[in-house]
């Protein structure tokens, strides 16, 4: 089944895998403690604004609280932004979210995100037809295709690194690259695998 870009979240744990049928040369680089997805150096050129971005940000709240941002585009950056300003998990996804909206692509593609705390985290998703945004109490999943709406999954990980292996490798279509990321007391902690 090819459910496209997805993330997965739960208290102390995250991760975001792509999926791509259109553009599968791409990786993830680590550039300067943010992850950032981009084209391999042999990937052909592309104008498409969606192809790059940053897919995992480590954050310090100001009440000094370490959390962990992956999503699938642009709205990273500026929930990364709401919640270092002190925003709570559930107003700094909504709020980018709402505003960039679903992807003007031809195939109106979900924006999707996570917010990883070492005893919370909070998922969401903005579509054509709905923005949700959710608490959840273990891992869960949501994606850009078929599985748009958030729903439990059985993510094994305890480490960033593990983490995104095990995206990379589930049994769904297409893979590309992944990022993981887990909160604990000592922080952030990002890792990510591209399959090779």
Do not use: W
């Amino acid at each position: 089944m090819y459910v496209g870009r997805f993330v997965v979240v739960g208290p102390g744990i995250g991760a975001y895998r792509v999926s791509s049928r259109s553009f599968p040369n791409r990786q993830v680089v680590d550039r300067d403690g943010a992850l950032t997805v981009g084209p391999t150096p042999d990937a052909p050129e592309t104008d498409n604004p969606y192809i790059s971005y940053n897919c995992a940000r480590a954050v310090e709240t100001p009440a000094g609280e370490s959390l962990a941002v992956v999503g699938n585009g642009s709205h990273v950056d500026p929930i990364a932004e709401k919640l270092e300003l002190g925003y709570p998990a559930r107003d700094a996804l909504a709020t980018p979210l709402l505003a960039l909206d679903f992807e003007k692509d031809d195939y109106d593609t979900p924006r999707i995100a996570g917010v990883v705390g070492a005893e919370a985290a909070t998922i969401g998703v903005v579509r054509r037809d709905a923005l949700i945004v959710e608490a959840v109490s273990e891992p869960t999943l949501v994606a850009t295709y078929e599985n748009d709406s958030p729903e439990p999954y059985a993510l094994a990980a305890t480490d960033a690194a593990s983490a995104a292996t095990e995206v990379l490798e589930a049994d769904l279509e297409h893979p590309v690259c992944a990022a993981g990321a887990t909160v604990d007391d000592d922080g952030v902690t990002l890792a990510f695998d591209n399959g090779n």
